[in-house]
């Protein structure tokens, strides 16, 4: 399933989710300019290895401790490939808008990025031994998607999904559409562990549940402006 668009228009300009994605489009391009040497070098720094983190919790010095906690920060704004990009930043496109001008700009950078730290800590939790490393917005951008099926659960979302080489089309309420991604991170999760590679479910269903947890933390006494869903 692949989300096109939805009907929930924001009251407020998303500054914060266009930086977002302006910022992991740039990283991205920075990505392509460098040299095998010079990726493997950013990876090592940068990308989250659920098996470092986890020796360093156990073992390490305070030093060793932050800068392997850190990559739970850096991690997310590192991509593989193009399709990896494009795919996250689009979902979070979707989706963000609505769940920052509920939030607020600044409020919505700190959901933002502990849904994705939350995401990798679960990634670790489920992998600690692994030393493939992690990356990507893809557990921040799942929190989003939390907070939106709570905010918004009778939103439609038009959705594409490919039959073969048939695309078909549905508008499916919020709840529908994020309960189906939801289940299938579960069962994939459950299935694969992706401490071989792959895709990281258990990131996505970390961040999913943290944006959850988070949102009426970061919420407060706002008050709501407008129905859910409508």
């Known amino acids: 399933m692949f989300p096109l668009r939805d009907d929930q228009p924001s009251r407020t300009r998303p500054l914060v989710t266009y930086a977002l994605i302006a910022f992991n489009a740039a990283v991205f391009v920075h990505q392509l300019s460098l040299g095998e040497r010079e990726t493997n070098a950013l990876l090592e720094r940068a990308a989250l290895l659920p098996g470092?983190?986890?020796?360093?919790?156990r073992y390490g010095p305070s030093l060793e401790l932050y800068d392997a906690a850190g990559t739970l920060v850096t991690s997310q704004f590192l991509h593989g490939?193009?399709?990896?990009?494009?795919?996250?930043?689009?979902?979070l496109?979707?989706?963000g808008d609505n769940v920052e001008d509920r939030l607020g700009r600044l409020k919505y950078l700190v959901f933002y990025v502990a849904c994705g730290a939350a995401a990798g800590l679960l990634h670790v939790a489920a992998n600690p031994d692994s030393l493939v490393p992690t990356l990507g917005a893809s557990g921040a951008i799942s929190g989003v998607m939390?907070?939106?099926v709570v905010l918004y659960p009778r939103a439609r979302v038009v959705t594409l999904v490919p039959v073969l080489f048939y695309p078909l089309f549905f508008?499916?309420?919020?709840?529908?559409y994020v309960g189906l991604w939801f289940v299938l991170q579960l069962l994939s999760g459950l299935l694969d562990s992706g401490?071989?590679?792959?895709?990281?479910w258990w990131a996505h269903i970390g961040g999913f549940?943290?944006?959850i947890a988070l949102l009426p933390l970061l919420?407060?006494?706002?008050?709501?402006?407008?129905?859910?869903g409508d």
């Open 93 to 95: 496109w979707i989706f």
């Open 81 to 91: 490939g193009i399709l990896h990009v494009v795919l996250n930043l689009w979902t």
């Open 52 to 57: 470092r983190l986890s020796d360093a919790v």
């Open 209 to 211: 549940l943290a944006g």
């Open 195 to 200: 401490s071989e590679g792959g895709v990281a």
């Open 146 to 148: 939390g907070a939106y």
């Open 171 to 176: 508008s499916l309420p919020a709840l529908v």
């Open 219 to 228: 919420r407060g006494r706002r008050r709501r402006r407008e129905r859910d």
